[in-house]
T-cell receptor, first 113, second 110 residues
Framework: DTAVSQTPKYLVTQMGNDKSIKCEQN?????MYWYKQDSKKFLKIMFS???????INETVPNRFSPKSPDKAHLNLHINSLELGDSAVYFC????????????FGPGTRLTVL | QKEVEQNSGPLSVPEGAIASLNCTYS??????FFWYRQYSGKSPELIMS????GDKEDGRFTAQLNKASQYVSLLIRDSQPSDSATYLC??????????FGAGTTVTVRA
């Protein structure tokens, strides 16, 4: 009965590889997000989708591409991974854009070697 | 300049004491403010939200907002070891983005 789930939980890969992280929510929410949390615990918004439409697209390298096949899923694809991409990536969802509580997934710890 | 800044901590308090966490924000357009708690290795969870000036109490937690001073705080009364975590302050701007502070790590000593 997990509300927001992410796969994989851990991802270890070499520089230059391409990888994807998947996120699913079963809360019936309209809005989903991707956040990056660096080693200093700083949590920063990357993208937000509302009903499959891209709403927030922060200044992230275009190697990062989100995809929302439906409003319950928001995936993150990363091309040409770099060392600096190592972080924990959190998916989150909320009932709507203007509705405040965001529910976070368990996170995906990405390590780029 | 970071949009949301927190007193960096770490903060260590004895069990039963009050833990006081502070946060300032730079975007005067921010209307909604939140405190999230994050246990080590876990995801953030919302513990308090505050939208208007003044105090808001929920159990042992009290959030305070002063929009004129652009200041948000969180008090944890009767601190318990289970309160040991990192507390993240966040503000939501008119473009729906949540901006988080760097977090304050609280340790409650038994």
């Amino acid at each position: 009965d997990t509300a927001v789930s992410q796969t994989p939980k851990y991802l270890v890969t070499q520089m230059g590889n391409d990888k994807s992280i998947k996120c699913e929510q079963n809360l019936g929410h309209d809005t989903m997000y991707w956040y990056k949390q660096d080693s200093k615990k700083f949590l920063k918004i990357m993208f937000s989708y509302n009903n499959k439409e891209l709403i927030i697209n922060e200044t992230v390298p275009n190697r990062f591409s989100p995809k929302s096949p439906d409003k319950a899923h928001l995936n993150l694809h990363i091309n040409s991974l770099e060392l600096g991409d190592s972080a924990v990536y959190f998916c989150a969802s909320s009932p709507g854009l203007a509705i405040d509580e965001q529910f976070f997934g368990p996170g995906t710890r990405l390590t780029v070697l | 300049q970071k949009e949301v800044e927190q007193n960096s901590g770490p903060l260590s308090v004895p069990e039963g004491a009050i833990a006081s966490l502070n946060c300032t924000y730079s975007d005067r357009g921010s209307q909604s403010f939140f405190w999230y708690r994050q246990y080590s290795g876990k995801s953030p969870e919302l513990i308090m939200s505050i939208y208007s000036n003044g105090d808001k109490e929920d159990g042992r937690f009290t959030a305070q907002l002063n929009k004129a001073s652009q200041y948000v705080s969180l008090l944890i009364r009767d601190s318990q070891p289970s309160d040991s975590a990192t507390y993240l302050c966040a503000g939501r701007s008119n473009d729906y983005k949540l901006s988080f502070g760097a977090g304050t790590t609280v340790t409650v000593r038994a």
